[in-house]
């Protein structure tokens, strides 16, 4: 069967579910470093060489939601919360754009203390002092908030769905249900925006096939952007004990999203990384990934931004961290982008032209 599975691969056919599950549960190393190497050649078919750098701002780690899995869930009383202004925020993404980022992603809880109004003001604010395209990724919001964010010039909007399984999905959030999400995401591409979604590998309760629908799924809402990161326990959570994903699972699913979508922008995760820091963002760029979102967020708030324990790259300066990256890119013969790095798929109205 794997004899057939290659040969649709190599003749760019659709995989179906069984095969995506034969793919997810192979162990054996020769024939898993083969699914990197093909994964590897369609990557560089249909995105090139380029890696994409966005420059992340955490700007804060208030949220009104209580996902089981995650660090500054509402009711973890154990973490420091912070906000940070609107004109530090906008201060960072300047820093950003300076360091040659040509995307911020500005990510937060779900604090509602930054109104509609105020993130208007904010992302007007970087259209005008920063070169940048700029990422929200800030959670559920009613359609009109999105349509407004558009218009004042965001251009893409990211927004997980950790989980295509509707049962496990309700048990991990216990604040908003998988169709919702799902519309959302359909609000999102309606509106305009590069719309990107992602999961968690090693969830308590995920199956491999699972994790096979996960990979059709973003297929079938054809993502601008995949995130893929590994599930990584917090002891501060209902979930606390669990195991956490592996490095291993978190390449399969990286190397099949980018075999079954192919022009999408793939990022190899802090995540992966801090499972794997001496290799993993490379693994994961080798694997299909051609994204990497360097933390630009002021060194005095990393720590907080707590979504797992033991993150990476927290006390290294903005400049540290541009340095590794580059050498890290370099080092397996990749090269920088130096555009806006928007979708392959389609254009917007806020893209801003190469």
């Given at each position: 069967m794997t004899k057939n599975i290659?040969?649709?691969?190599?003749?760019?056919?659709?995989?179906?579910?069984?095969?995506?599950?034969?793919?997810?549960?192979?162990?054996?190393?020769?024939?898993?470093?083969?699914?990197?190497?093909?994964?590897?050649?369609?990557?560089?078919?249909y995105v090139g060489d380029e890696v994409h750098l966005r420059g992340l701002i955490e700007f804060s780690n208030y949220c009104r939601n209580n996902c089981l899995y995650c660090g500054i869930r509402r009711d973890n009383k154990k973490i420091k919360r912070y906000r940070m202004q609107i004109d530090e925020i906008l201060d960072t993404a300047i820093l950003a754009?300076?360091?040659?980022?040509?995307?911020?992603?500005?990510?937060?809880g779900e604090d509602m203390?930054?109104?509609?109004?105020?993130?208007?003001?904010?992302i007007r604010f970087i259209k005008k002092n920063a070169d940048v395209a700029i990422t929200l990724s800030i959670g559920e919001r009613s359609y009109e908030d999105y349509a407004r964010f558009f218009e004042a010039g965001a251009d893409r909007y990211l927004i997980r769905f950790e989980t295509s399984n509707p049962e496990l999905y309700a048990k991990l959030h216990p604040d908003s249900s998988f169709e919702n999400?799902?519309?959302?995401?359909?609000?999102?591409?309606q509106?305009?925006?590069?719309?990107?979604?992602?999961v968690m590998i090693g969830l308590p309760g995920q199956s491999i096939e699972d994790l096979a629908r996960d990979i059709l799924k973003f297929k079938e809402l054809d993502l601008d952007m995949i995130g893929v990161g590994p599930y990584i326990c917090h002891p501060d959570t209902p979930l606390a004990g669990n195991p956490n994903g592996t490095a291993e699972m978190t390449l399969k699913v990286i190397a099949l999203t980018r075999i079954v979508t192919k022009n999408t922008h793939i990022p190899a995760t802090t995540a992966l990384a801090t499972l794997r820091p001496a290799d993993g963002r490379e693994k994961a760029l080798k694997a299909g990934a051609n994204v990497i979102m360097p933390n630009v967020s002021p060194i005095k708030y990393r720590e907080y931004y707590e979504l797992y324990p033991n993150k990476i790259c927290i006390r290294e300066t903005e400049r540290q961290c541009n340095d590794c990256i580059k050498r890290r890119i370099y080092s397996i013969g990749r090269t920088i982008s130096k555009g806006y790095g928007h979708s392959l798929k389609k254009k917007t109205d806020n893209a801003i032209a190469f």
């Open positions: 290659w040969e649709k691969i190599d003749s760019e056919q659709e995989l179906n579910h069984e095969e995506l599950c034969s793919l997810l549960a192979m162990e054996n190393a020769e024939q898993l470093e083969l699914l990197y190497q093909k994964a590897d050649k369609i990557r560089k078919k754009a300076n360091l040659g980022y040509k995307t911020v992603v500005l990510q937060s203390y930054y109104t509609t109004d105020k993130l208007v003001e904010l999400r799902m519309k959302i995401l359909n609000w999102l591409k509106i305009g925006y590069q719309t990107g979604s992602g």
